[in-house]
């Protein structure tokens, strides 16, 4: 078996097991990597995921050298997007997985600039789990079976729950806006 470690790897029982202990073993192939500092800061899966949770996707990308990706098939909603104006390419993410924490965020989804819900869409009780759901900027398709990758560039504002419909919808329109303006000065990633 062949291990690739960072340096401050622990595993077992009260993390007694580390990375030079593995290394030790014969039936063993372990390559023990040195820690990489960016901007001051060591980099680690575990501060990575913790920044996604907690919404600060620009800071992650910094960590990660591009944006954080996500994705899903895309799967039938309640069809609200589209009877709102905005249909949205909805993913229900892998819950093993790391996710944004619930807001909206400018990203780029299908080569195009997006407004992303990430949550539960607390104006509407649906009892549905958390939700990825992009609207694709200038898009007019159907997207439903693929696999569509997310790539997070911005958290615009925490999910919260509206008064009205009318009010969630002009606060719609002005997140548009937002990622418009983020995304005209972002690159699309892979091009």
């Known amino acids: 078996m062949y291990f690739s470690v960072g340096e401050n790897f622990r595993f077992g029982r009260g993390a007694k097991g580390d990375a030079q202990m593995l290394a030790s073993r014969p039936e063993f192939e372990t390559r023990v990597v040195p820690l990489v500092e960016v901007a001051g800061e060591t980099v680690s899966s575990s501060h990575i995921r913790g920044l996604v949770a907690a919404g600060d996707v620009s800071a992650a990308a910094g960590f990660l050298g591009g944006p954080f990706l996500l994705e899903g098939e895309v799967v039938r909603g309640d069809g609200r997007g589209r009877e709102l104006g905005m249909p ?55 997207l439903y079976g693929e696999t569509l990758r997310v790539a997070f560039l911005e958290r615009l504002r925490g999910e919260r729950r509206f008064a009205s419909t009318e009010a969630l ?23």
């Open 88 to 142: 949205t390419a909805n993913i229900v993410p892998d819950d093993r997985l790391a996710s944004p924490g619930h807001g909206v965020y400018a990203a780029w989804a299908h080569g195009r600039p997006a407004a992303v819900n990430v949550g539960v869409r607390p104006t509407f009780d649906t009892g549905r789990g958390l939700l990825v759901e992009p609207y694709i900027l200038d898009f007019d398709g159907d």
């Open 169 to 191: 919808v002009a606060q719609m329109q002005r997140d548009v806006e937002a990622v418009r303006r983020v995304c005209a000065a972002a690159t699309v990633p892979g091009r």
